[in-house]
């Protein structure tokens, strides 16, 4: 990456952060689905991110989420997974062709079906390993189940319209 990519991905870092904790801290629907955008940072980031700057920055993000949110670690670990898998969820759903001449994943760039087969799965693990963990096993799993698919689905809501309303046709870094 060069200079002008990593001051747009700080740029992009501040701004996530501030989206997730002045607007969508309080943006919970019924005490059961939350929204946490602050992952589509980690899905957004380049395709040519080295694995080691991918979970550094990945850690970083969800230790910053802690400190806003009062968790002990919980949003540092769950992005460090997804930081992790990333990777390998590319290289599993690569179109045939490779990727020619984008540099981030956008929804804009891969159209709407190759993007929600890229996030919601994501989405889905991170909600299902930040919720398991915070609920501290598997007593309440039937409502821990549901609170992580309904919060899956309004996370998932939220980053498509952020992909609308903030991403031009051809993003580059």
């Known amino acids: 990456m060069s200079n002008r990519n990593y001051i747009s991905v ?6 996530y952060v501030l989206f ?19 992952v589509a940072f ?19 993000m969800g230790l910053t989420i802690d400190i806003f949110y009062d968790k002990l670690g919980i949003n540092a670990a769950v992005s460090v997974l997804i930081g992790f898998i990333r990777p390998y969820w590319l290289r599993l759903i690569t179109p045939r062709g490779g990727y ?17 087969r ?11 390993t930040l919720f398991f963990l915070e609920a501290g096993g598997f007593d309440l799993f039937w409502f821990t189940f ?12 939220f980053v498509v319209l952020t992909q609308y309303l903030f991403y031009k046709r051809s993003a580059q870094w």
């Open 146 to 157: 549901w609170k992580v698919l309904l919060s899956s689905v309004y996370t998932f809501i």
């Open 20 to 38: 997730q904790v002045l607007l969508l801290k309080n943006f919970v629907l019924f005490d059961t689905a939350f929204c946490f955008v602050y």
């Open 118 to 128: 890229y996030i919601f799965p994501l989405i889905f693990v991170h909600h299902f």
């Open 10 to 15: 700080g740029i992009s870092f501040l701004l």
């Open 100 to 116: 020619e001449n984008v540099e981030i994943p956008t929804l804009r760039s891969f159209g709407f079906a190759w993007f929600a």
């Open 42 to 60: 980690i899905f957004l980031l380049p395709l040519e991110t080295g694995s080691l700057l991918l979970i550094f920055l990945s850690f970083l």
